[in-house]
């Protein structure tokens, strides 16, 4: 399994942008499909985005032509940058990794959108 760390999160306004960033530790990191979920005060987790491990991506159709996922499998990382920010996405966001029945998780990082 890989261990990850998410960093990037804050306060931010709408129409702000924030660009979070995932760092995972261990092996086979390109194997994984890698993905971003967000979960809100009193709500279900949800999916944001994932990106293939050849770079295919998905988005929640809340978040399309506004976020956009990335992975370097050479530093192990995966991006999240999200543009327009609304007050809707304020949420704990967590990196995920998944292969198989294989699947981790990160802390989350807190963003909140809010003037």
């Known amino acids: 399994q890989v261990q990850l760390v998410e960093s990037g999160g804050g306060l931010v306004q709408p129409g702000g942008s924030l660009r979070l960033s995932c760092a995972a530790a261990g092996n086979s990191f390109t194997v994984y499909t890698m993905g971003w979920y967000r979960q809100a005060p009193g709500k279900q987790r949800e999916l944001v985005a994932t990106?293939?491990?050849?770079?295919?991506?998905k988005y929640a159709d809340s978040v399309k032509g506004r976020f956009t996922i990335s992975r370097d499998n050479a530093k192990k990382m995966v991006y999240l940058q999200m543009n327009n920010l609304e007050r809707e996405d304020t949420a704990v966001y967590y990196c995920?990794?998944?292969?198989?029945?294989?699947?981790?998780w990160g802390q989350g990082t807190q963003v909140t959108v809010s003037s």
């Open positions: 990106i293939g491990k050849f770079g295919s991506k």
């Open positions: 995920n990794a998944a292969v198989g029945d294989i699947t981790s």
